[in-house]
C-alpha cells in the first residue's frame, strides 16, 4: 500500500548548524504533506506544512521543501537549539482523502543537538 | 485557547477487559481522529469522526470503537484487550470547513498486562 517513509532513522548535529530531515512518499496523488515533531512523553506539534502546488514554503528557522518528480520531502532546521532534539515525522494527506484529514505517518527520525 | 486534552495520561488493563479513552478537541475544531502509536513507531489511523458519525475507519479490528458527542469530544473505546494493543492512544482534532492541519493532544498510554 501507499507509505512515507523516511532516509534515515537519527541525526545529530552540532547546536548553532543547521539540520536536514528527509522523507520520501510513494503516493504520487498526496496533496498535503505536513511535518510534525514529537517530544519525550508528548504528542506530535505541527510544524510546518505544505500542498503539492508548493515548492518550498518557510517558517520560523524552518523551511520545508517539496520535489514532485522524485517524491521526497524535507526539513530544514537552521541554527538549531537543544530544544530542537525530538522525534520529527512527515505525514501525507492524499488527495482522495480530501476533508476526511486521515494522515499516513512515517516512522520518524530521532533528531539528537549536540551541545 | 485549551488544546487537544486527553484523559486518562495513562492507563493500565490486564487481556480481555475493555477501556475508554476520551478526548475534547481544540476549541473551533469539529472533527477528531484517532491513532495509534506502537513504541518506535509512527502514529496509524484508527477512525475519523465528523456530525457525530465515524467518517473514515484505517485497518483496525471492530473491538476498536468510537463515540463523538454534539460538543465534538469523543472516546475511543477497546474491547477484549490484546496485549498488541498497549500503544500511546493519540487523538487529533481539526476544523473540516476551517483547514488543516489537525493538532494533536499529548495521548493516553494504555499498557496491557
Known amino acids: 500500500g501507499e507509505s512515507v517513509g523516511l532516509h534515515l532513522p537519527t541525526l545529530s548535529v552540532q547546536e548553532g548548524d543547521n539540520s536536514i530531515i528527509n522523507c520520501a512518499y510513494s503516493?504520487?496523488?498526496?496533496?498535503?504533506f505536513i511535518w510534525y515533531k514529537q517530544e519525550s512523553g508528548k504528542g506530535p506539534q505541527f510544524i510546518i506544512d505544505i500542498r503539492s502546488n508548493m515548492d518550498k514554503r518557510q517558517g520560523q528557522r524552518v523551511t520545508v521543501l517539496l520535489n514532485k518528480t522524485v517524491k521526497h520531502l524535507s526539513l530544514q532546521i537552521a541554527a538549531t537549539q537543544p530544544g530542537d532534539s525530538a522525534v520529527y515525522f512527515c505525514?501525507?494527506?492524499?488527495?482522495?482523502?480530501?476533508?476526511?484529514?486521515?494522515?499516513?505517518f512515517g516512522t520518524g527520525t530521532r533528531l539528537t543537538i549536540i551541545p | 485557547d485549551a488544546g487537544v486534552t486527553q484523559s486518562p495520561t495513562h492507563l493500565i488493563k490486564t487481556r480481555g477487559q475493555q477501556v475508554t479513552l476520551r478526548c475534547s478537541p481544540k476549541?473551533?475544531?469539529?472533527?477528531v481522529s484517532w491513532y495509534q502509536q506502537a513504541l518506535g513507531q509512527g502514529p496509524q489511523f484508527i477512525f475519523q469522526y465528523y456530525e457525530e458519525e465515524e467518517r473514515q475507519r484505517g485497518n483496525f479490528p471492530d473491538r476498536f470503537s468510537g463515540h463523538q458527542f454534539p460538543n465534538y469530544s469523543s472516546e475511543l473505546n477497546v474491547n477484549a484487550l490484546l496485549l498488541g494493543d498497549s500503544a500511546l492512544y493519540l487523538c487529533a482534532s481539526s476544523s473540516l470547513t476551517g483547514g488543516r492541519p489537525q493538532h494533536f493532544g499529548d495521548g493516553t498510554r494504555l499498557s496491557i498486562l
Open positions: 476549541s473551533g475544531h469539529d472533527t
Open positions: 503516493n504520487s496523488a498526496s496533496d498535503y
Open positions: 505525514a501525507e494527506i492524499p488527495i482522495s482523502n480530501f476533508g476526511n484529514e486521515k494522515l499516513t
